[in-house]
């Protein structure tokens, strides 16, 4: 069963609860469902997080014995802010929930080291989220936000593979990075050995240590070489630039900030930029960029910040 799938069932599960109708049976039904899998509790859990309306919930639905005084009669006002709670997951499970519900996450600014259950590294970069699902026949993480870069464990028996909406990365080697960009691509980097990109509607193309390949629409471009630059410089913490241009600076700092980071592209399509900054030091950074270009920094708050040419 999909997450989003899990989502709506739970938010189901707790409008039927919240309901003044609702009967020990439903109760007993709903003890069930959450015991039935792992992931039906954890999707109550965390929806009860979200929406305080639910506040009645016990934390461990799976665990924890119903009773009568779990679902406690509620005024009709309540009960409209229960379905709207329903339509709400309706829409967030489509776009978010599923990486709400991922196994290992991260949050804006964050960086994140995951020792897997095969002995591999795992790194998750900035905001980003991914499932992890391994059995006896092959190991895949599903990429469902941001940006992973993985160290493999050798497993002759078990191929592994990196997922996205756009296609696989199997590892033929040990080190890579897979981003889902905000164009909607994907990026297969490879940093050691090499890896078997194939998309969803072409076939596959290898990619060698120093090469990556783009992810477009479910074609696999041909490997292209990375030059002189460290596409894995984020696992250290750092930003490192040649000759690139200001705005795509500008914009990977801002996948490091909370708030909004806001700039014309096009005022500043002339500048460019070299350099090494640190990621958990956007404001240094950008005050860097600000004492080198012309270009001034605005601090509005905390949380908006203009970046325009001087």
């Not at 040990?174 to 078997?196: F, N, W």
């Amino acid at each position: 069963m999909s997450p989003d799938q899990i989502i709506q069932q739970a938010a189901n599960w707790l409008t039927r609860l919240h309901d003044e109708d609702v009967t020990d049976a439903d109760r007993h039904a709903f003890n069930k469902w959450c015991a039935a899998d792992p992931r039906h509790a954890v999707a109550v859990e965390r929806m009860r997080g979200l929406w305080g309306s639910f506040d009645t919930v016990p934390a461990k639905p799976a665990r924890v014995a119903l009773n009568r005084a779990f679902a406690p009669r509620r005024p009709r006002g309540t009960q409209v802010a229960g379905l709207v709670g329903v339509l709400l997951c309706g829409w967030f499970g489509l776009d978010h929930l599923p990486v709400w519900m991922a196994d290992q996450r991260t949050s804006v600014g964050e960086r994140r080291q995951i020792a897997l259950a095969d002995g591999s590294q795992l790194q998750l970069n900035s905001n980003s989220a991914v499932d992890v699902k391994f059995d006896g026949h092959q190991r895949v993480i599903e990429l469902l936000q941001g940006e992973l870069w993985v160290e493999v464990a050798k497993d002759a028996q078990r191929p592994f593979v990196v997922r996205t909406n756009q296609g696989t990365a199997t590892a033929l080697g040990t080190r890579y990075l897979v981003k889902r960009a905000e164009d909607g691509t994907t990026v297969v980097t490879v940093i050691e050995s090499s890896v078997a990109v194939k998309g969803d509607a072409s076939d596959g193309v290898k990619v060698s240590a120093g090469q990556r390949s783009i992810l477009d629409h479910g074609r696999a471009q041909p490997a292209q070489a990375i030059g002189a630059s460290d596409p894995d410089a984020w696992t250290r913490g750092l930003l490192k630039v040649n000759d690139q241009p200001l705005a795509d600076v500008l914009q990977t700092l801002a996948s490091y900030r909370h708030g909004m980071l806001r700039f014309d592209p096009q005022a500043l399509q002339n500048l460019r930029v070299s350099g090494v900054f640190k990621l958990d030091d956007t404001a240094g950074a950008l005050a860097s960029l600000a004492d080198n270009l012309p270009i001034q920094v605005e601090y509005f708050t905390d949380l908006l910040v203009v970046v325009k040419p001087r």
